[in-house]
T-cell receptor, first 115, second 109 residues
Framework: ETGVTQSPTHLIKTRGQQVTLRCSSQSGHNTVSWYQQALGQGPQFIFQYYREEENGRGNFPPRFSGLQFPNYSSELNVNALELDDSALYLC??????????????FGPGTRLTVL | QKEVEQDPGPLSVPEGAIVSLNCTYSNSAFQYFMWYRQYSRKGPELLMYTYSSGNKEDGRFTAQVDKSSKYISLFIRDSQPSDSATYLCAMTGNTPLVFGKGTRLSVIA
C-alpha cells in the first residue's frame, strides 16, 4: 500500500509569483485535505476535495485554489505569493465516508519559501 | 481565545521518564480527539484517536479525554530518545480538524 506522496519537497519563489503543489492520495482514499503549517504552529485547514468537488474551506483567500483529479490526486495553487505564504504545505488523504471524523493520513509536505 | 490551546514547550526529559502532554479546548462541538507525532521536516503521523471520555491505551501511550473539563492528555511511559518530536493535538466535531500549536519534546539519553 502506497502512502500519501507530495511534490516537490522544497520550493523557493518570489513575491507575486504563482505556485502549484501536488499530492497523490493513499490507495483507496477518495478525499484530500490541504493544510498550511507555519513555523512553530499547528497545521491550519485550507480546503478539502471529495470526488473532485471542494467539500469545505478554511479561512484562506481565493488566491488559494485547488483541484482533484479522477484518480483522486490533487493540486494546490497559490497565486500572487506573499511572504507570509512561506510554510510547510501538508496534504492528507482519507477514505471519506461522509464524515470529517475519518482518519487522515498525512504526506511529508512541501516546504515553500517566498522571498 | 483560541479554540485549541496547547503549551508549545519545549519540554526536555531524561530517558525513561513519564511525559504528560495536554490540550484544552473551548468548542463543545468537538467530540473526536487525536494525537499526532511530527518529526522534524516530516508530516504528522497519527498516534491515538479517541471519542469517549476516559482513557485509551496503546503500548507506552495513553490518551485521556475529559469532556466535562474540555481537557485532553497524552501520557508517554518509559520515554525513549526516539520519542523526541513535536506532538500535536487535533480535534473535530464533524468539522475540519483543528490542531493545537504542538509541544516540542526532547528525550535525553
Amino acid at each position: 500500500e502506497t502512502g500519501v506522496t507530495q511534490s516537490p519537497t522544497h520550493l523557493i519563489k518570489t513575491r507575486g509569483q504563482q505556485v502549484t503543489l501536488r499530492c497523490s492520495s493513499q490507495s483507496g482514499h477518495n478525499t484530500v485535505s490541504w493544510y498550511q503549517q507555519a513555523l512553530g504552529q499547528g497545521p491550519q485547514f485550507i480546503f478539502q476535495y471529495y470526488r473532485e468537488e471542494e467539500n469545505g474551506r478554511g479561512n484562506f483567500p481565493p488566491r488559494f485554489s485547488g483541484l482533484q483529479f479522477p484518480n483522486y490526486s490533487s493540486e494546490l495553487n497559490v497565486n500572487a505569493l506573499e511572504l507570509d505564504d512561506s510554510a510547510l504545505y501538508l496534504c492528507a488523504s482519507s477514505a471519506f465516508r461522509g464524515a470529517n471524523t475519518d482518519t487522515q493520513y498525512f504526506g511529508p509536505g512541501t516546504r515553500l519559501t517566498v522571498l | 481565545q483560541k479554540e485549541v490551546e496547547q503549551d508549545p514547550g519545549p519540554l526536555s526529559v531524561p530517558e525513561g521518564a513519564i511525559v504528560s502532554l495536554n490540550c484544552t479546548y473551548s468548542n463543545s462541538a468537538f467530540q473526536y480527539f487525536m494525537w499526532y507525532r511530527q518529526y522534524s521536516r516530516k508530516g504528522p503521523e497519527l498516534l491515538m484517536y479517541t471519542y469517549s471520555s476516559g482513557n485509551k491505551e496503546d503500548g507506552r501511550f495513553t490518551a485521556q479525554v475529559d469532556k466535562s473539563s474540555k481537557y485532553i492528555s497524552l501520557f508517554i511511559r518509559d520515554s525513549q530518545p526516539s520519542d523526541s518530536a513535536t506532538y500535536l493535538c487535533a480535534m473535530t466535531g464533524n468539522t475540519p480538524l483543528v490542531f493545537g500549536k504542538g509541544t516540542r519534546l526532547s528525550v535525553i539519553a
